[in-house]
T-cell receptor, first 108, second 114 residues
Framework: KNEVEQSPQNLTAQEGEFITINCSYS?????LHWLQQHPGGGIVSLFM???GKKKHGRLIATINIQEKHSSLHITASHPRDSAVYIC??????????FGQGTRLTINP | DTEVTQTPKHLVMGMTNKKSLKCEQH?????MYWYKQKAKKPPELMFV???????INESVPSRFSPECPNSSLLNLHLHALQPEDSALYLC?????????????FGPGTRLLVL
């Protein structure tokens, strides 16, 4: 069993839909990260959180430390949101353990 | 400047070649990372440098040799690679904080070993 599990692995939705991607982890963490990777490779860090909730534009990330669970929400989804979303947990100051990623496709 | 740059973008090399990947950042970050990513898989950590010293080596084969000549530069020297080493090599940097910090990733070098 992976230390970081994401669901779903693949998600296809229509433009405008509310999107939720889930991440569960089984290890102690210093922080949890949500990353976005577009085709072509570049990775962008979306959020780093250790408690509660963070919001940036149409993106919202939440974490429940007791339940070892985090969610990434996208409101009013758009085709440009199509990407792979990766959950990663920090172990210590510098090591990240990655989930397998969720491939999101938003159709116009 | 909030950018991590990597050169080259693409590299094709034979199994007997020696080549180097280069990564640069000017954000004052004192931690720098090399990751390897195979298609449709998450990145795998290879090396971490903290204050120009190697702090994490994830049991990477010796045909990969990292070097951190100064706080802005990170190199990955490649020698006698195998075809299975073909992958996207990502560099990242971050501040050094006890609880971890946001990592900034470069665009990657796509490596093909023939």
């Amino acid at each position: 069993k992976n230390e970081v599990e994401q669901s779903p692995q693949n998600l296809t939705a229509q433009e405008g839909e509310f999107i939720t991607i889930n991440c569960s982890y089984s290890v102690g963490i210093s922080a949890l990260h949500w990353l976005q990777q577009h085709p072509g490779g570049g990775i962008v860090s979306l959020f780093m959180l250790s408690s509660g909730k963070k919001k940036h534009g149409r993106l919202i990330a939440t974490i429940n430390i007791q339940e070892k669970h985090s969610s990434l929400h996208i409101t009013a989804s758009h085709p440009r949101d199509s990407a792979v979303y990766i959950c990663a947990v920090g172990q210590g100051a510098q090591k990240l353990v990655f989930g397998q990623g969720t491939r999101l496709t938003i159709n116009p | 400047d909030t950018e991590v740059t990597q050169t080259p973008k693409h590299l094709v090399m034979g199994m007997t070649n020696k080549k180097s990947l280069k990564c640069e950042q000017h954000m004052g970050h004192r931690a720098m990372y090399w990751y390897k990513q195979k298609a449709k898989k998450p990145p795998e950590l290879m090396f971490v440098y903290s204050y120009e010293k190697l702090s994490i080596n994830e049991s990477v084969p010796s045909r990969f040799s990292p070097e951190c000549p100064n706080s802005s530069l990170l190199n990955l020297h490649l020698h006698a690679l195998q075809p299975e080493d073909s992958a996207l090599y990502l560099c990242a940097s971050s501040q050094v904080m006890p609880g971890g910090e946001t990592q900034y990733f470069g665009p990657g070098t796509r490596l093909l070993v023939l």
